[in-house]
């Protein structure tokens, strides 16, 4: 079983990024499940009427007040239920195996990293850590922002205590969906544990990094550059080529 964790300030795209996520696991031949640590707030949210879609400043006032009023009690709280279907998928992985079922390995992507304790769950899982930043795109205002669910993306989007060190990558959500998708397709089977074909010249691989590199979207070194730079938070000489 595979994990990937994804944090980011509320409207940066985690959703988005998940979805996208799931769509080239599934390409490389895993099931990819979609899981959140509120998922359950969120659905108790939706069967009350407060649609994300339709009522997004109900719904984040609901889960917030819910989600802090459960935490009170018991800080682990929505870790711990995270724990609990993450361990029923690990059940039905292990079924599916025995099965000799072709595809039975899980990739569990979780879109909603709001506090340390959840990045802490990832660790110990051995997950992918990702922060999405909106990067040059401006979120809209809100009072819900100063909440306490937004303050540890704050402090990661600004480094603060260089946080973004615990992150293996950080990706930049300021251009189109197809844009995001482009940066994540080469690194899917890295984070999945997998490996591309060792024969370039086999044309009918049909493996991730291998159809990356026929069409094209295989990042090259001079985008490659360009992601580092944006991760460096320090002003350049004007001499950027040494």
């Known amino acids: 079983m595979q994990m990937i964790l994804i944090a980011g300030k509320a409207g940066a795209g985690k959703t988005t990024l998940a979805k996208l996520i799931a769509s080239?696991?599934?390409?490389?031949?895993?099931?990819?499940?979609?899981?959140s640590f509120a998922g359950s707030l969120k659905r108790d949210a939706e069967s009350k009427g407060y649609g994300?879609?339709?009522n997004p400043e109900k719904y984040r006032e609901y889960c917030q007040e819910q989600g802090a009023l459960m935490r009170e009690h018991n800080p682990d709280h929505w870790v711990d239920l995270l724990a609990a279907d993450v361990a029923g998928e690990a059940a039905k992985e292990a079924t599916s195996l025995e099965a000799g079922n072709k595809f039975w390995e899980r990739c569990i992507?979780?879109?909603?990293?709001?506090?340390?304790?959840?990045?802490?769950?990832?660790?110990?899982?051995?997950?992918?850590?990702?922060?999405?930043?909106?990067?040059?795109?401006?979120?809209?205002?809100?009072?819900?922002?100063?909440?306490?669910?937004?303050?540890?993306?704050?402090?990661i989007e600004c480094n603060e205590e260089n946080l973004q060190e615990l992150f293996h990558h950080i990706l930049y959500n300021d251009s189109d969906e197809k844009s995001l998708q482009k940066r994540i397709k080469a690194l899917i089977p890295i984070w999945c544990g997998l490996t591309a074909c060792t024969d370039l010249k086999n044309d009918s691989c049909t493996c991730a990094v291998c159809t990356a590199r026929r069409d094209g979207t295989f990042p090259d070194a001079n985008e490659i550059i360009t992601d580092l730079m944006d991760l460096m938070d320090e002003d350049w000489s004007d001499d950027e080529e040494t």
């Not at 899982?125 to 100063?146: D, E, Q």
């Open 52 to 54: 994300k879609a339709d």
């Open 24 to 35: 080239e696991v599934f390409k490389c031949g895993m099931v990819p499940v979609l899981q």
């Open 109 to 155: 992507i979780i879109d909603d990293c709001r506090y340390s304790n959840e990045i802490g769950y990832g660790v110990s899982n051995n997950a992918i850590l990702l922060f999405l930043s909106p990067g040059k795109r401006s979120l809209p205002a809100a009072a819900w922002r100063a909440h306490e669910s937004e303050e540890l993306a704050h402090a």
